[in-house]
């Protein structure tokens, strides 16, 4: 977490905002006292699309479907 004075902030707040990692805070302050917090935005997700993942899987297991040995018991 970096701080700058709320009039470094004040000349250069889009330069700030285009500095900042995500995940990165940095404090405003006046007077040497945090007086506001610059916080990065999380980056929306994309939406999920059916078939995204077609033909990636190349290998299945023959027994991928069986039951565990640990709930054989309750299967019964």
Known sequence: MSNVTLEEAQA???ELINKLQPGEE???TRNDEPVAKLV???TP???RQPGLL???ILYM???FDAP???F???MG
Do not use: W
């Open 45 to 47: 997700k994309l939406p």
């Open 72 to 74: 054989k018991e309750y």
């Open 54 to 56: 077609k033909d990636k």
């Open 61 to 63: 297991s023959e027994d």
């Open 12 to 14: 250069n707040l889009g």
């Open 26 to 28: 940095l404090v405003i």
């Open 40 to 42: 990065t935005m999380a």
């Open 68 to 70: 565990l040995e640990d």
